[in-house]
């Protein structure tokens, strides 16, 4: 006889058909293997205390602090986990409960049903002179060839831009934006560059924006999270995706003392406001793409909360896009200069694929296009 541990629980359902057992007692037993944790801030304690007993009812569990029973205090954090199947019995019976409860439920819901998509390799290109990382600047002639090549390797986007968001930058005039990256647009218009391939303009101006909406491009890549309803109304009009980053400040501005209370909660409130002003204005949920905004305006300690906590963002239904590529916090865990850093970025990549993000955003894209075949595989 011989036994062995098998990681995941799609490799257990994969074995589970194997064995020739019914199919539609796979589904059952992948709900069972598969577990979800949910952390709950500022719940009301009459609803600590439901939920504790709803969540044993079911198979589940809650941890809660100490003096919850007695009700010290108006309201507690908790945890709450339990298998896929577990959490899907719970969220019925919160439906029906009072003190916030009927929320958790929505929130366990969406969870739970998630929507998978297909992952895609972004390649960046910089059309200007000062983005953190050389290997990214490519003018005229040379941005095309590079774009050629990015399709090459695995490329599914291109995203360009022309003014560098590095901490520390400084805006530009739009004058400047556009005379930086015209020619640029101009001449995938002109090759119809477009039909071979997806592009994403990243900008938070206006008139550059719709100028590369009128070249073919069909995403907006806005570091700004959409605060300016023109960016919105364009991306609306064009049929364009929109990416919503959540930044905290200004590139000029943000790493000087970056603060949360709850930096997971924060961005997560940000971007169902956002959302919220997105369908406001015509543009769908399905149109629209989310992202953390790895090193803008946080600290070390913020990324990896927002790495860890990645897959909670899927609840919007919306796609994750994650862009940590060659970034200072992989410097902050292991000292390394910006060209060392491609391991560090493939292995946050690859979590945060793991935890839900479908587009990466990445300096490499033949290297990242081989990790992610190899890690398909495994």
Avoid: W
């Avoid at 291109?158 to 520390?168: E, F, H, K, L």
């Amino acid at each position: 006889m011989t036994a062995y541990e098998i990681a995941k629980p799609e490799d257990a359902k994969e074995y589970f058909l194997k064995l020739g057992a019914d199919i539609s007692g796979a589904k059952i037993m992948a709900e069972k293997a598969d577990m979800l944790f949910l952390k709950i801030k500022n719940l009301k304690t009459p609803a600590v205390n439901i939920l504790k007993q709803d969540a044993l009812s079911v198979g589940a569990e809650l941890a809660v602090p100490s003096g919850v029973i007695l009700c010290e205090k108006e309201s507690y954090d908790c945890l709450l986990f339990g298998t896929k199947r577990q959490l899907a019995r719970l969220a019925k019976k919160e439906k029906a409960q009072p003190f916030g409860l009927k929320k958790v439920a929505k929130i366990l819901e969406s969870l739970l049903v998630a929507k998978k998509f297909k992952l895609k390799i972004m390649g960046v290109i910089n059309a200007n002179s000062d983005s953190f990382y050389s290997g990214s600047r490519f003018l005229g002639a040379e941005a095309i060839a590079k774009i050629e090549q990015m399709a090459a390797d695995g490329a599914d986007i291109i995203d360009i831009g022309a003014v560098s968001s590095r901490p520390g930058s400084k805006a530009v005039s739009q004058e400047e934006e556009l005379n930086r990256i015209k020619d640029i647009l101009n001449e995938i218009k002109r090759q119809k560059l477009y039909e071979k391939i997806d592009f994403s303009i990243d900008s938070y101006t206006p008139a550059v924006i719709e100028m590369a909406l009128e070249s073919g491009f069909n995403i907006v890549n806005d570091i700004t999270g959409a605060r300016d309803e023109r960016i919105i109304q364009l991306a609306a009009s064009y049929s364009a995706k929109l990416c919503i980053m959540h930044m905290q400040g200004t590139p000029e501005n943000m790493q000087k003392n970056p603060h949360y209370e709850d930096v997971v909660n924060e961005v997560d409130s940000f971007f169902a406001r956002q959302i919220k002003k997105c369908e406001n204005l015509g543009l769908s949920r399905e149109n629209i793409i989310l992202d953390v905004g790895i090193g803008f305006g946080k600290t070390l300690e913020h990324n990896l909360a927002l790495l860890k906590s990645h897959r909670h963002f899927t609840h919007f239904g919306c796609e994750l896009l994650i862009g940590a590529s060659r970034k200072s916090m992989i410097d902050m865990i292991t000292p390394s200069q910006i060209q060392e850093r491609l391991p560090g970025t493939l292995i946050i990549h690859a979590k945060a694929v793991e935890r839900g993000a479908s587009i990466i955003r990445c300096h490499d894209v033949k290297e990242h296009y081989q990790a992610f075949k190899v890690l398909e595989k495994l």
